[in-house]
């Protein structure tokens, strides 16, 4: 597992119903977010890299995903400094597939 619940539960203090709510927000944005990242390297814009992936890193932190969460800053960064999109392209296969696996770890974990 390469996530955890961890900062969710301290914030939640028992409260199932936000926990799930906090889930079902990852569920839903970060698919989407991950998506306009991927089209943001596709056509070399280094200020949708930079939006993109400044919004993922907060979500992926909050489910204590702390590698993941490098590696959006480190292309949050090579993005706000327009750096080598080939270099943010290398980067960026790792990160959508430890957000796909939690994806689906968390759909399978919690039966969405």
Known sequence: MIYNLD?????????????????SVFLEEVPVDLEALEQGISSRDHNQVYQMAHKIKPNVDLLGMEQT????????????????????????????????????????????
């Not at 900062?7 to 889930?23: Q, R």
């Not at 999109?85 to 039966?111: G, N």
């Open 7 to 23: 900062k969710i539960n301290e914030m939640a203090e028992g409260d199932e119903d936000f926990i799930l709510s906090v889930i």
């Open 69 to 112: 969460r490098a590696t959006a800053l480190e292309i949050e960064t090579l993005g706000k400094n327009e750096a080598n999109m080939d270099e943010i392209a290398k980067k960026f296969p790792t990160l959508k597939t430890d957000i796909l696996q939690v994806i689906s770890e968390l759909k399978k974990d919690f039966h969405i």
